[in-house]
């Protein structure tokens, strides 16, 4: 096996030059710079790779949704198939319309009663939060002024 280490052969290693230390300052903004890109472009990457992931098992969830109210209409079916062997057509159909409408009106409810219990869509902690720091930052905060 060939060392992973030792060059490849005809090709040249750089050999670092030296600088002065004034060179080296003057060049570290550019070279942070350069660094964040980096960074920033690697956790592009890395959130792609990972939102792709989430995508297709986002897709699979839809489709067990789907299929599981296909369901949900077989097993309403079934249940109408059952309540019409003991009582006649007319009184099944009454007793699941009136089933199902008595279930949606107490959803239709409650998603109601949730919805109006909210009373702003703001983050209002994380703007309270945001402000604090800001505060912080600007010495303002606890009577301290600048």
Same mark, same amino acid.
């Given at each position: 096996?060939?060392?992973?280490?030792?060059?490849?052969?005809?090709?040249?290693?750089?050999?670092?030059?030296?600088?002065?230390?004034?060179?080296?300052?003057?060049?570290?903004?550019?070279?942070?710079?350069?660094?964040l890109r980096q960074?920033?472009? #690697?956790?592009?990457?890395?959130? =792609?790779?990972?939102?792709?992931? %989430?995508?297709?098992? $986002?897709?699979?969830?839809?489709? /067990? +949704?789907?299929?599981? #109210?296909?369901?949900?209409?077989? =097993?309403?079916?079934?249940?109408? %198939?059952?309540?019409? $062997?003991?009582?006649?057509?007319? /009184? +099944?159909?009454?007793?699941?319309?009136?089933?199902?409408? =008595?279930?949606?009106?107490?959803l239709v409810l409650?998603?109601?009663?949730?919805?109006?219990?909210?009373?702003?869509?703001?983050?209002?902690?994380?703007?309270?939060?945001?402000?604090?720091?800001?505060?912080?930052?600007?010495?303002?905060?606890?009577?301290?002024?600048?």
């Amino acid at each position: 096996m060939t060392d992973p280490t030792a060059e490849p052969k005809g090709i040249p290693t750089p050999t670092p030059k030296r600088q002065s230390l004034v060179a080296l300052l003057n060049s570290l903004p550019e070279l942070i710079k350069t660094l964040l890109r980096q960074e920033i472009e #690697l956790v592009k990457a890395e959130l =792609l790779d990972k939102v792709k992931v %989430l995508g297709v098992g $986002a897709g699979l969830l839809a489709g /067990a +949704a789907i299929v599981l #109210l296909l369901l949900l209409g077989v =097993l309403l079916t079934w249940i109408f %198939l059952a309540l019409a $062997a003991v009582m006649p057509l007319w /009184a +099944a159909g009454l007793i699941m319309t009136g089933s199902l409408v =008595l279930i949606i009106v107490v959803l239709v409810l409650i998603g109601m009663n949730r919805i109006k219990s909210v009373d702003t869509i703001e983050p209002e902690r994380s703007i309270a939060s945001i402000k604090a720091d800001i505060d912080v930052i600007t010495g303002v905060a606890k009577g301290k002024t600048t």
